[in-house]
């Protein structure tokens, strides 16, 4: 019941952040009618979860832990705050080089023949626009402020789609990539103002304190893991397919993955929003952690299962519904994509205690072992069934770290 009633804002920030992707691909996919630019456009969103991968997957994640304290001084609200700026905005200058030195690289990636600098330049003020956005609502996620929150990303979304709309009908396709990556931070500078008057009243500039970026310090490794293991595997592994097959069959199967997106997306937006600060705080505590978390578990398995099983029937009605008739052909790329979702999602709900017990080493491995064997698995089963082994190895990954995992918590689920 406590995962139900804390879970109602959630969804609705879920839901909405849900409709905002699903209409701003319908507009595209209407557009332009080829499974070619979903190629492009889900390399770009890769491309700026690679940059956002550290703050997202890191420092946010700490601060959510520490800020959920109630019974953290003041003085360490401040400190934690100070820490989680300056590490995010150490993050983008890290961005903004990376992408200015190899700028003729991303440029020609994206096929961008004119303004090269200025578009660069684009890229990077959407970085720093999504940095804030993210960090300062760690911070709402952190207080449980979830209604606010939900209001907040829905007049984001609202932006997102509006910003989307007006590229496509008045500038070309280098200049959508930049609509659609803004996203939901189009309306930054007010979830700031609003954060920093509600809860950080007395707020000046601060020197960071050594203890507090050291303690954010332990989850930036974990998502240093994440960004090399996971967002950087996912950019090559989508270049090898371009590079091997076609655009046009990447594309295809990007718009099943782009599909999965949606829902993993929301089932990992729902996890973070309520249950990790849930069990964060009883972290310490067995038998209370054993019982939320067998809780949720009761409730959430039986509705992913149902779920994927609905779309692996309808997928052909999703795809044209979802997308349009030019992406029929990609129906083919739905079954073992949805198996390898559900074993996904379900073992997300042990992983994230890795992160809540701030087991950095363990973490890291796990994800490092997880990434070689999908690299593995793909080259072996591409190189017997083409790009439909893309998703077969998919599966066959996340059956791998579903048994590793239970097998690491056997005593939780178990006992």
């Not at 952040?17 to 691909?25: D, P, R, S, V």
């Not at 956002?52 to 946010?60: F, Q």
């Not at 509705?303 to 029937?313: D, H, K, T, W």
Request: a positive charge.
């Amino acid at each position: 019941m406590r995962f139900i009633k804390s879970s109602m804002w959630a969804g609705a920030v879920v839901g909405v952040k849900a409709f905002g992707n699903i209409l701003i691909n319908k507009l595209i996919s209407s557009y332009y009618q080829s499974p070619d630019v979903f190629a492009l456009l889900a390399h770009f969103q890769n491309l700026l979860g690679i940059f956002l991968s550290v703050p997202a997957d890191g420092i946010n994640q700490g601060i959510v832990k520490y800020l959920s304290d109630k019974n953290l001084r003041k003085a360490d609200y401040y400190n934690y705050y100070y820490a989680g700026l300056f590490l995010n905005l150490l993050v983008f200058a890290a961005c903004f080089i990376s992408l200015w030195f190899y700028k003729d690289y991303f440029t020609s990636v994206f096929s961008i023949n004119e303004n090269r600098s200025l578009w660069i330049l684009g890229v990077g003020a959407i970085i720093l626009a999504q940095l804030l956005t993210l960090y300062f609502q760690s911070l709402l996620l952190a207080f449980q402020e979830l209604k606010v929150y939900a209001l907040l990303s829905a007049a984001g979304i609202v932006s997102a789609i509006a910003f989307c709309y007006f590229a496509l009908i008045k500038f070309n396709f280098p200049v959508v990539l930049l609509a659609v990556g803004l996203g939901n931070s189009g309306l930054f500078l007010i979830n700031i103002i609003f954060i920093v008057k509600r809860h950080f009243p007395t707020i000046s500039i601060g020197k960071p304190k050594v203890e507090a970026i050291k303690k954010l310090g332990e989850f930036v490794l974990m998502a240093l893991s994440i960004l090399l293991f996971g967002k950087m595997v996912d950019f090559v592994i989508r270049q090898f397919a371009m590079n091997s097959f076609s655009t046009y069959q990447t594309g295809l199967w990007q718009t099943v993955v782009k599909f999965s997106d949606y829902y993993t997306a929301a089932f990992g937006s729902l996890i973070a929003m309520v249950y990790f600060p849930k069990i964060s705080e009883y972290i310490n505590d067995f038998d209370v952690l054993k019982k939320y978390v067998r809780e949720v578990a009761i409730i959430i398995v039986p509705l992913i299962a149902f779920g994927l099983i609905a779309i692996y029937f309808l997928r052909e009605y999703i795809l044209v519904l979802f997308f349009d008739e030019h992406f029929r052909s990609a129906e083919r790329f739905f079954l073992f994509q949805l198996i390898g979702d559900f074993l996904k999602m379900i073992s997300f709900l042990l992983a994230y205690l890795i992160n809540a017990q701030a087991r950095t080493g363990l973490f890291i491995l796990s994800q490092g072992l997880s990434a070689f064997l999908y690299i593995g698995l793909i080259f072996l089963c591409s190189s017997y069934i083409g790009i439909d082994g893309f998703t077969l190895a998919h599966t066959l990954r996340y059956i791998v770290y579903c048994i590793f995992i239970v097998l690491l918590y056997r005593k939780l689920i178990f006992s």
